[in-house]
């Protein structure tokens, strides 16, 4: 398994300082942090969190968060072990933020159509890593 990214729990988001979103199941628009402590009691009630994503730039933690088919699936990225990665910026449209920026990691991947053994680079992962204001 890879050290950049791991799934996990609810309690297993660190508690950090976070600049982020989440979005609720009722809401037009997302609820924003910005250098906060994520209450995570907010994943235990009604309405639900659709989508979120936070980032702690001081420890490069990021956590991402789905609720698909009744359940939280929960990535938290490492972004001190990333190699291999293209950093991107997108214009917000749902958020104050101008802009957020989603680091993405590339693995090599064995090519079939190319000599025996040559590699080349694919997408593996992408992580929020950020707004600017």
């Known amino acids: 398994m890879s050290k950049v990214y791991q799934h996990i729990p609810v309690t297993g988001i660190p508690d950090l300082q976070y600049d982020g979103y989440y979005w609720l199941s009722d809401a037009q628009k997302p609820v924003e ?26 420890e490069k933690i990021s956590i991402q968060v789905k609720h698909i ?10 972004l001190r072990e990333a190699k291999n990665i293209t950093t ?18 590339w693995e090599a991947n064995v090519d079939p159509f190319l000599p025996e053994g040559m590699t080349t680079l694919v997408p593996a992962w992408s992580a ?6």
């Open 33 to 58: 942090l910005t250098a906060e402590k994520l209450d995570t009691s907010i994943f235990g009630k009604l309405p639900f969190v659709v989508e979120a994503n936070f980032y702690a730039s001081t």
């Open 69 to 78: 088919d009744g359940a939280y699936q929960i990535t938290k990225f490492d």
């Open 88 to 105: 991107a910026s997108y214009l917000s449209h749902r958020t104050n933020a101008k802009k957020y920026f989603m680091v993405e990691g």
């Open 128 to 133: 929020f890593a950020g707004f600017e204001r």
